[in-house]
C-alpha cells in the first residue's frame, strides 16, 4: 500500500508560478514510477508529467512542455511539479499517482494509487 497527500496548490496569477509536491509513505518510493495528471471542472483527468522509478525517464504532456518540471527525491519519498509560466487553462485539480512499473504510464488506469488532489487556480 502507498498513501500519497498532495500539498502547495493555491491561487497565483497568469505568468506566475507554483511547485506542488507529493509525499509518499507506506512502501517503497523507489518501487514505483510517478504521474502527476490534472482534472478541470466538466474534463475528463489528463496526464500532465510522469518520472520513471529513478528519474531516467521523464515524459510531458504537450501543452505543458517548456513550463512544467517533475522531479524526485527518493530520500525524501517525495515527487515535485515546478509549474512556470502558467496559464488560465492550467487551473484544476492536481494529483499525483503511484505506478508499479518501469516507466511512468500515461494512461491513468495504469497506477495503482492516487492521492486526494490539489487545487490550483491561475487568474488572468
Known amino acids: 500500500q502507498v498513501q500519497l497527500v498532495e500539498s502547495g496548490g493555491g491561487l497565483v496569477q497568469a505568468g506566475g508560478s507554483l511547485r506542488v509536491s507529493c509525499a509518499a509513505s507506506?512502501?517503497?518510493?523507489?518501487?514505483?514510477?510517478m504521474g502527476w495528471f490534472r482534472q478541470a471542472p466538466g474534463k475528463e483527468r489528463e496526464f500532465v508529467a510522469g518520472i520513471s522509478r529513478y528519474s531516467t525517464i521523464i515524459y510531458y504532456a504537450d501543452s505543458v512542455k517548456g513550463r512544467f518540471t517533475i522531479s524526485r527525491d527518493n530520500a525524501k519519498n517525495t515527487v515535485y511539479l515546478q509549474m512556470n509560466s502558467l496559464k488560465p487553462e492550467d487551473t484544476a485539480v492536481y494529483y499525483c499517482a503511484a505506478a508499479y512499473s518501469g516507466r511512468p504510464p500515461f494512461n491513468l488506469r495504469e497506477y495503482d494509487y492516487w492521492g486526494q488532489g490539489t487545487q490550483v487556480t491561475v487568474s488572468s
Open positions: 507506506g512502501s517503497t518510493f523507489s518501487n514505483y514510477a
